[in-house]
């Protein structure tokens, strides 16, 4: 037995014993009994998808309880990380640090027989017993019979994912065998019937109230609802016999290092220790993904997964176990394949595989601080679960579960292993439509969003039929709708603008407005002390033409300024994100297609030096999902065509900071007036995916001289998600409030954002509440102050 703590685990278990014979005496003996007749829930069938949203869009506790962390958990992540870097340099900063443990962990994927070979025969060599394990059938049926040859009827268990996967505790209570969880959270979960909602805190969910009225229940005594010492030692107490009469330990693994078959174990509770040391058989779940090389590898985890966890410095607990406990008891590797070869196998999700289950990607996700994660995944949750339940329980497990990612990317910027977690979720959402279908009205208007001609018809003519829903304004209010609201395909229309003003069509979209003006596109007279000798291709974006061409105005007419010429092709359309976010990769790559074709005849023609949109989703489409996109299908040629188009392509924000203010190029523009105060959103697509943070911010100093009064978590999504706050309504209504109410806190009478999804969505909420709030795009707020 190689126990590197050994002397504090030794420690700690005598005090333990000391302190279970004392709680001998308490008189708590049928808790055990009733754990076993109580909770036992047989086939742990999983709630419907909708029920379970539902569940949790009703329970009023949940996002108090959830939002009481996200906050704090990503100021002090930053923190520690920052930490980290200035007391030992830039190796040990988090990007380089997520770099090298990619690297061990891709590594890993690829040698994985090897590694698994030199793990089992070290691991053997110290005296464990190592079972492959190729369904969640085989890995319970293993753990069963070794109790049934023992005799073993109690198991105490310390935290583990993999046998919540697998679903090992109703496996044992239909064969008579009471499993009991010893991880806090845990017990508190398996007590109230519910699995874990969060990969590393299971009741995170929780407050501390409800967590007293579950104890309350459980023991049959009033437990405090306030006094979180009082709940945790109640805890402790009745864990302590189940510890010294328990047969059996079972245990998770965070790493499996081959190179001398060691367990390694991260803990925040001395359970983990009782667990693998104190019953006379110890059995470690742990699926192939946890293998990893070399100790240094593992350190490397250490100084990760912490940080990206709980945003500490380390665990509590760090144990490396290598062989049993002592001479005298066993030890039981089961190794845990069930769908992770199949993953291997993928050139795509085998990226998956790296994952250290941190779940970061859960404390940044907005819908998930929104319904938690028995709703936003399966067994596991948060974005990585969206990835993985397909091959571990099924793609019908998460059709539900996946179509709840707005697909802000904000889990990508965290992933301590660098997944591509948001690609790989549209990955998903993917098969799914191919499995189940689209929804017959995605089907009609991707269909003719991918026909530019008849989408063009379609938004002429429903501009001129809008007005009994719109009254002229340009927006379709709820309250406009009248006597037609009560038409049943009408109803799911005004469901819509009750929370959100939707945006009307623009009588006249930005490309008439182009040819009507006949705009020259070259700069008039003198209007800067110094032009760019540019020709920039204005690619508007079918939400900025067809809704808002003031927008398109407005960018334009910064870009004249600026000395630039500004090119419009009139064949533009959309650019297929929509359908290609939906799942729908038939039209959207009709519409990629279509819009390189289009780039590259205006460039070639135009001799452009720049290919420029003020939509930063449309921008991260051409330069990153086409990609993507084309290599999956293995279209080369449109590959190249791709990455030769997206060096010259660039968003508004980018542009004007990058090219225009080093350019020494003085906008003729007046100052805001003193009782203008301006705050800023920064959309998903412009901080997570291209990396803006101060470019905004530096525009409106160096043109406007004006500060940013920051509103709290600036970064945070809004809610739009596309059709997202289509299908999730309440999801996307709260994720919207909170922007709102963020924003107004700092007293702003402009909100500014550079992406026209984002800026519809908080037009439609401050429309709705009546807030004395404008929102403008930054173009349109420069433009604005034109002389």
């Known amino acids: 037995m190689t126990l590197q703590d050994q002397p504090s685990a030794q420690h700690q278990i005598a005090e333990e014993r000391t302190e279970a014979a004392q709680v001998a005496l308490v008189g708590t003996g049928s808790l055990q009994q009733r754990l076993s007749e109580e909770t036992a829930n047989p086939t742990h069938e999983q709630q419907p998808f909708e029920e379970r949203l539902h569940h949790a869009l009703e329970d009023e506790n949940l996002p108090r309880a959830l939002g009481r962390f996200a906050p704090s958990w990503r100021e002090s992540r930053q923190n520690v990380f920052a930490v980290e870097e200035n007391d030992y340099g830039s190796e040990y900063s988090f990007p380089s640090l997520r770099s090298r443990l990619r690297t061990a962990k891709d590594y890993a994927i690829e040698h994985q027989p090897e590694l698994v070979a030199q793990f089992k025969r070290q691991a053997e060599a110290a005296g ?107 805890i402790r107490v009745e864990h302590r016999k189940s510890f010294l009469s328990a047969g059996m330990g079972i245990s998770g693994a965070n790493a499996l290092i081959a190179e001398n078959g060691t367990v390694m174990m991260m803990t925040n509770e001395g359970n983990g220790r009782l667990v693998t040391s104190l019953p006379p058989v110890h059995v470690v779940m742990a699926g192939y993904d946890k293998l990893i090389g070399t100790f240094a590898d593992a350190m490397t985890q250490v100084r990760l997964l912490a940080r990206s966890a709980t945003a500490q410095p380390i665990t509590s607990y760090n144990t490396f176990l290598t062989g049993p406990a002592t001479p005298d008891k066993e030890m039981h590797i089961v190794l845990i394949d069930n769908g992770r070869s199949e993953m291997r196998a993928d050139p795509r999700f085998k990226d998956a595989l790296r994952c250290i289950r941190c779940a970061a990607c859960a404390n ?15 067994i596991y949750s948060g974005a990585i679960g969206l990835v993985v339940t397909p091959f571990h329980h099924g793609l019908e497990a998460d059709a539900g579960p996946q179509s709840l990612c707005v697909s802000c990317n904000a889990c990508e910027t ?107 596109y070259s700069l008039k007279g003198e209007t800067s002390s110094r032009s760019l000798n540019l ?25 004249e300024a600026a000395g630039a010429r500004v090119v419009f092709p009139q064949q533009q359309s959309c650019c297929g994100l929509i359908a290609l976010n939906s799942g729908d990769r038939r039209d959207g790559l009709t519409m990629a297609k279509q819009t390189i074709t289009m780039l590259e005849q205006a460039l070639e ?42 060096e010259k392509v660039v968003d508004f924000t980018g542009f004007m900071r990058r090219v225009v203010l ?63 706050s289509i299908e999730h309504q309440a999801v996307a209504e709260r994720l919207l409030k909170n922007k709102l109410k963020n924003a107004e806190s700092t007293g702003a009478t402009i909100l500014v954002s550079d992406n026209p999804g984002c800026l519809m969505h908080l037009r439609g909420g401050v429309d709705v509440s009546g807030r004395p709030i404008q929102v403008m795009h930054l173009a349109q707020l420069l433009a604005e102050h034109l002389q």
């Open 414 to 520: 965290v992933c301590p292993v660098e997944i591509p977690l948001p690609s790989l979720i549209l990955d998903v959402r993917r098969r799914v439509v191919e499995k189940k279908g689209l929804h017959w009205i995605k089907k009609i208007v991707f269909w003719l969003m991918a026909h530019p001609r008849l989408f063009g018809v379609f938004t002429r003519l429903t501009s001129m039929g809008q007005w009994p829903i719109t009254h002229g304004s340009q927006y379709i209010r709820a309250r406009n709708f009248g006597l037609l609201g009560k038409l049943p395909f009408v109803k799911p229309l005004v469901s819509l603008a009750s929370w959100r003003s939707l945006p009307a069509f623009a009588p006249t979209p930005l490309r008439d407005r182009v040819k009507k003006h006949e705009i020259s």
């Open 364 to 378: 940044i996700c907005p819908p998930y601080q929104q319904v938690g994660g028995h709703a936003f995944g399966y």
């Open 128 to 234: 464990a017993i190592v079972y492959e394990a190729r369904t969640a059938e085989e890995a319970n049926r293993y753990i069963y019979e070794l109790c049934h040859r023992k005799g073993i009827d109690l198991v105490v268990k310390s935290k583990t994912m993999a046998s919540e996967e697998t679903e090992l505790n109703a496996y044992l209570e239909e064969r008579g065998i009471t499993a009991v969880e010893t991880d806090l959270g845990e017990w508190v979960a398996q007590l109230n019937h519910e699995r874990p909602s969060h990969m590393v805190m299971p009741i995170i969910h929780k407050t501390r109230q409800q967590v007293g009225t579950i104890l309350t229940n459980a023991t049959g005594r009033e437990i405090s609802r306030e006094d979180v010492a009082e709940q945790v030692s109640v």
């Open 662 to 724: 080093p350019g020494n190029v003085a906008l003729p523009v007046r100052q805001p007036g003193s009782d203008t105060v301006i705050t800023y959103h920064d959309s998903c697509q412009s901080c997570n995916c291209l990396g803006l943070r101060s470019e905004a911010r530096d525009i409106l100093q160096q043109v406007l001289n004006v500060e940013v009064h920051e509103m709290p978590q600036s970064d945070v999504c809004c809610g739009f998600g596309g059709s997202t």
């Open 535 to 559: 020709t920039v291709c204005y690619f508007a974006g079918c939400m900025t033409d067809r809704l808002y061409p003031e927008m398109g105005e407005a960018v334009i007419n910064i870009l």
């Open 605 to 646: 023609k135009n001799r452009a030096d720049y290919i420029l949109s003020a939509s930063t989703s449309c921008v991260v489409t051409i330069v990153q999902d086409y990609l993507k996109l084309f290599e999956d299908m293995h279209e080369e040629g449109w590959l190249k065509r791709t990455q030769a188009l997206a």
